[in-house]
T-cell receptor, first 113, second 115 residues
């Protein structure tokens, strides 16, 4: 089945640094989504991307939908301690997929004050 | 605010008993909801697709008699873990979409511990 390769698996950074993570796939996706999950909570949507080449920002977060429709990246600028958590990318394929999401393995972000 | 509400957030049960988890879409109707299981430090694993008014679709390897899904209304799906055993202890999460093939909204998750 479809798989998303998300990297890096984990990051340890200092407060104030910028962060970048990405997801790649061998398959084409129509929608790319980025979620953040805090311990003991469900994932929360950060950014949704619907068009190839689309670049979208949400505060300090910026994400892009790759031109090939097979990749996406998420950048976090000027990180703060509350950015700590697990970040997941997710892709939605063709309409026949019935809204089934394919998830990346997650990026564990640690921010040192 | 939350658009998908999951209850309970935590539950501890004795081995052999059954546990029901509810997932509600708060301000939209969802003909389809999804149930996931998540192990520590891992991604979400799709267990089943809950379809309003019809049988759920289970992923390969998920026992349908073990994990009963009922989607009786357009805003509520339930997952019942029957005859729970310690190996069923996990974090269970539901999701729903406002519209098909758009972003998913997730519930808060349910931490199940079977003792």
């Amino acid at each position: 089945g479809q798989q998303l390769n998300q990297s890096p698996q984990s990051m340890f950074i200092q407060e104030g640094e910028d962060v970048s993570m990405n997801c790649t796939s061998s398959s084409i996706f129509n929608t790319w989504l980025w979620y953040k999950q805090d311990p003991g909570e469900g994932p929360v949507l950060l950014i949704a991307l619907y068009k190839a080449g689309e670049l979208t920002s949400n505060g300090r977060l910026t994400a892009q939908f790759g031109i090939t429709r097979k990749d996406s990246f998420l950048n976090i600028s000027a990180s703060i301690p509350s950015d700590v958590g697990i970040y997941f990318c997710a892709g939605l394929g063709e309409e026949t997929s019935g809204s089934r999401l394919t998830f990346g393995e997650g990026t564990q972000l640690t921010v040192n004050p | 605010g939350a658009v998908v509400s999951q209850h309970p957030s935590r539950v501890i049960c004795k081995s052999g008993t059954s546990v029901k988890i509810e997932c509600r879409s708060l301000d939209f109707q969802a003909t389809t909801m999804f149930w996931y299981r998540q192990f520590p430090k891992q991604s979400l694993m799709l267990m089943a697709t809950s379809n309003e008014g019809s049988k759920a679709t289970y992923e390969q390897g998920v026992e349908k008699d073990k994990f009963l899904i009922n989607h009786a209304s357009l805003t509520l799906s339930t997952l019942t873990v029957t005859s729970a055993h310690p190996e069923d202890s996990s974090f269970y999460i539901c999701s729903a979409h406002r519209q098909a093939n758009t972003e998913a909204f997730f519930g808060q998750g349910t931490r199940l511990t079977v003792v």
